[in-house]
């Protein structure tokens, strides 16, 4: 099947606005099961909920937007769900992180104020439920502190608890159906989940970094855990990129949030990278497999043309196209003739005076010697004949039409089309190898460069390229197969091909324009990009999502994609393989657990079972599973471990914290380790004596 003749896959973007969160009230009968407020804070999305729920009932963009304001009163900000399209708020977007540690407490305080405002709490005016946030896997010592002092000061709440969003996940899945919240009494509740943790490698990707966290006898191995500078949004920046650089015409239509939304739901990871491009390479199967999304298009208002006037357009568009490369040629052809004309000048020249009296004059003309002069007039000629031979007939036949009708043959002219084609491809391709050979040779390191180096040094050396000695007088350039190394080691050579090349591709193009329809279409589409002003028509305002469908999520995988100098992620499970014993090794490869929102797309699984036997001993036995709920298991597992613990087990009350301090917490097996901060050393009293002396 002719990959034209598919059926496009059109999808249309949601650009959903913004969608303001529902006040939900705090009443006496919540009030009255004592639940725990568990805040996810995460640094693209924030979800909130308490601990009796089953999900959480309010996820929204962690950030806020300062509006400017009259002088004198207060700046409006728009948070949350509030913000809709986040491209329309871009230079006024703010937030708490600086990567994903909360380093702008005052954006802090607005979102938390948005979130007990959304809960009912917003007119309490005594908090007396114990709260539990999430935070970054080895959180800065400085950042708790304020974050303490935000909670108890500022809101004071009696009882506080930190846990890391990646172990919470491990957790509700490790327990998963032992540690249901909502259909386990309590009792039996806490026995069970306190029990432990299960030895594994958490995978947990986020939207800043990806955290590589081993867990061995009911904790987290802090000194072996590991970080990759990529997440979540790196692939939507990437893909964005993509895009952009792909359609300029459209970079301002081409936003974060469409991008977000095919990422999440378009892209899926690769099994192996390689054999999938090469699949892709089919044109075949890339007609197929490529989805396009259709950008906001406006009619164009105005009379309508019909058919008839669009088709006498396109016709017209045709010849002008024929007669601008028939005057080019014709162009070429002037100069050709002049200078084979003063050539054969200087040939007679040189015959009557000799080399040494014409000597100046081969010079003036840019010809090295009378061999030189004799070579340029026999390409000259060659060349001159050729194009005169294209203009005067046509190379390529059309199909005639039938006798009895006046239109050709239908299947005649689709399998001439599809031969056009062919010839096409087969010369555009042609015309990028010398390209990019041309650009080969211009470096000093490829391989194209060694090769012409190489016959030069042989040729200097009078020895041929299989290394052996030449006899007798140099007849290089007498034989008709030294043109073909003379190609190989000129930088310049080609020119008369190409031009040919050229010629043959022009006038395929304008056949192809004046017979078939789509290819008509993709090369007007082209133009007009090209040109800066796309044509008011629907399908120019698509966009073709194809090999980026894996490439983005690859970045992962190989982080050299986007520049960044750092292991991806089975190079990193391979260096923390070989940090451990060969029996702990097993140990972490029986239970390799994938969570985050990225781990949503599909394939990462496969992607990693295929990768990780190598980074293990041989024959090693391993299984990889991913969360249930890659996005939402951390606040669903923080919400089981709140209503599973008791206070004075894994919560800082604010006792403990006036008597400890601002920088102290309790820790527990889904928790950063608290660590006591070193004295600090004693000031020396000042010495009076130094002073003397001094002026």
């Known amino acids: 099947m002719d990959p034209e003749d598919l059926e496009l896959h059109v999808l249309e973007f949601r650009d959903e606005g913004a969608t303001p969160l529902q006040i939900r009230p705090y009443t006496a009968a919540l009030r009255s099961q004592k639940p725990v407020l568990v805040i996810d804070n995460?640094?693209?999305?924030?979800?909130?909920?308490?601990?009796?729920?089953?999900?959480?009932?309010?996820?929204f963009y962690n950030l806020l937007a300062k509006q400017k304001g009259k002088k004198g009163e207060q700046e409006p900000i728009i948070i949350g769900g509030d913000l809709g399209q986040i491209e329309n708020l871009r230079w006024m977007l703010r937030s708490p992180f600086d990567t994903n540690v909360v380093v702008q407490f005052g954006y802090q305080e607005v979102l938390l104020d948005y979130v007990l405002a959304n809960m009912g709490l917003g007119e309490e005016t005594h908090l007396d439920m114990p709260v539990l946030m999430t935070e970054p896997l080895l959180n800065l010592a400085y950042s708790r502190k304020q974050m303490n002092e935000l909670l108890f000061?500022?809101?004071?709440?009696?009882?506080?608890?930190?846990?890391?969003?990646?172990?919470?996940?491990?957790?509700?899945?490790?327990?998963?159906?032992?540690?249901?919240?909502?259909?386990?009494?309590?009792?039996?509740?806490?026995?069970?989940?306190?029990?432990?943790?299960?030895?594994?490698?958490?995978?947990?990707?986020?939207?800043?970094?990806?955290?590589?966290?081993?867990?061995?006898?009911?904790?987290?191995?802090?000194g072996h855990c590991r970080r990759i500078d990529l997440g979540g949004l790196n692939m939507t920046l990437y893909?964005?990129?993509?895009?952009?650089?792909?359609?300029?015409?459209?970079?301002?239509?081409?936003?974060?949030?469409?991008?977000?939304?095919?990422?999440?739901?378009?892209?899926?990871?690769?099994?192996?990278?390689?054999?999938?491009?090469?699949?892709?390479?089919?044109?075949?199967?890339?007609?197929?497999?490529?989805?396009?999304?259709?950008?906001?298009?406006?009619?164009?208002?105005?009379?309508?043309?019909?058919?008839?006037?669009?088709?006498?357009?396109?016709?017209?568009?045709?010849?002008?196209?024929r007669d601008m490369n028939r005057k080019r040629y014709l162009e070429k052809l002037a100069q050709d003739e002049d200078r084979l004309e003063k050539l054969l000048t200087l040939q007679d020249l040189v015959k009557q005076k000799?080399?040494?009296?014409?000597?100046?004059?081969?010079?003036?003309?840019?010809?090295?010697?009378?061999?030189?002069?004799?070579?340029?007039?026999?390409?000259?000629?060659?060349?001159?004949?050729?194009?005169?031979?294209?203009?005067?007939?046509?190379?390529?036949?059309?199909?005639?039409?039938?006798?009895?009708?006046?239109?050709?043959?239908?299947e005649t002219l689709k399998g001439w089309v599809i031969d056009l084609k062919e010839q096409r491809h087969r010369l555009v391709d042609q015309r990028s190898a010398r390209k990019q050979r041309k650009t080969d040779l211009g470096k000093r390191r490829s391989y194209a460069s060694q090769q012409r180096m190489k016959i030069i040094t042989h040729l200097a050396s009078g020895r041929t390229q299989t290394g052996k000695r030449l006899k007798g007088e140099d007849t290089f350039g007498m034989n008709d197969e030294d043109w073909l190394v003379y190609r190989e080691i000129n930088k310049e050579a080609g020119d008369s091909d190409s031009e040919e090349e050229r010629m043959q591709l022009d006038e395929i193009e304008g056949l192809l324009l004046?017979?078939?329809?789509?290819?008509?279409?993709?090369?007007?589409?082209?133009?007009?990009?090209?040109?800066?002003?796309?044509?008011?028509?629907?399908?120019?305002?698509?966009?073709?999502?194809?090999?980026?469908?894996?490439?983005?999520?690859?970045?992962?995988?190989?982080?050299?994609?986007?520049?960044?100098?750092?292991?991806?992620?089975?190079?990193?499970?391979?260096?923390?393989?070989?940090?451990?014993?060969?029996?702990?090794?097993?140990?972490?490869?029986?239970?390799?657990?994938?969570?985050?929102?990225?781990?949503?797309?599909?394939?990462?699984?496969?992607?990693?079972?295929?990768?990780?036997?190598?980074?293990?001993?041989?024959?090693?036995?391993?299984?990889?599973?991913?969360a249930g709920n890659p996005s939402l298991d951390a606040w669903i597992g923080a919400a089981d471990w709140a209503a599973s613990t008791p206070l004075d087990q894994g919560f800082l009350s604010r006792k403990d914290y006036l008597e400890h301090g601002r920088d102290y917490f309790k820790d527990h097996k889904l928790s950063n380790k608290y660590a006591v901060p070193p004295p600090k050393p004693p000031t020396p009293a000042p010495n009076p004596e130094a002073k003397k002396g001094k002026f």
């Open 42 to 59: 995460g640094s693209w999305n924030c979800r909130a909920g308490w601990s009796t729920d089953p999900r959480p009932p309010f996820s």
């Open 153 to 222: 000061e500022c809101y004071a709440f009696p009882h506080v608890a930190y846990g890391v969003d990646g172990a919470f996940s491990y957790f509700k899945n490790m327990n998963r159906g032992e540690c249901d919240s909502h259909h386990t009494p309590a009792s039996i509740l806490s026995a069970k989940c306190i029990a432990g943790l299960p030895d594994g490698l958490v995978i947990s990707v986020g939207n800043i970094c990806t955290h590589l966290i081993p867990v061995l006898n009911n904790q987290m191995d802090f």
């Open 239 to 321: 893909l964005q990129r993509l895009l952009q650089l792909k359609y300029p015409v459209h970079a301002s239509s081409i936003t974060i949030t469409r991008m977000e939304e095919i990422l999440q739901g378009y892209c899926y990871y690769a099994a192996n990278y390689s054999d999938a491009l090469a699949k892709w390479r089919n044109r075949d199967f890339y007609k197929a497999s490529a989805l396009y999304f259709q950008l906001p298009f406006q009619a164009p208002t105005g009379p309508v043309a019909t058919q008839e006037e669009i088709d006498a357009r396109r016709e017209e568009n045709a010849q002008r196209l």
């Open 354 to 410: 000799g080399q040494k009296s014409t000597k100046d004059d081969l010079k003036a003309l840019g010809v090295r010697s009378v061999e030189g002069l004799q070579a340029e007039i026999q390409t000259l000629t060659g060349t001159i004949t050729r194009t005169k031979e294209r203009l005067e007939r046509k190379a390529i036949e059309v199909p005639k039409e039938s006798a009895a009708e006046t239109v050709v043959d239908p």
């Open 514 to 626: 004046k017979y078939d329809a789509p290819f008509r279409k993709e090369y007007e589409k082209t133009q007009a990009l090209a040109s800066g002003a796309p044509p008011k028509s629907p399908e120019f305002y698509r966009l073709e999502v194809g090999v980026e469908r894996f490439r983005v999520p690859e970045i992962l995988f190989q982080p050299s994609l986007v520049g960044v100098d750092q292991m991806g992620i089975m190079e990193t499970i391979e260096y923390m393989m070989r940090e451990y014993p060969e029996d702990v090794q097993k140990r972490l490869a029986m239970n390799v657990f994938v969570t985050g929102g990225p781990a949503n797309l599909p394939g990462m699984d496969e992607r990693i079972r295929r990768d990780l036997g190598s980074c293990l001993p041989f024959d090693s036995p391993f299984r990889v599973s991913v």
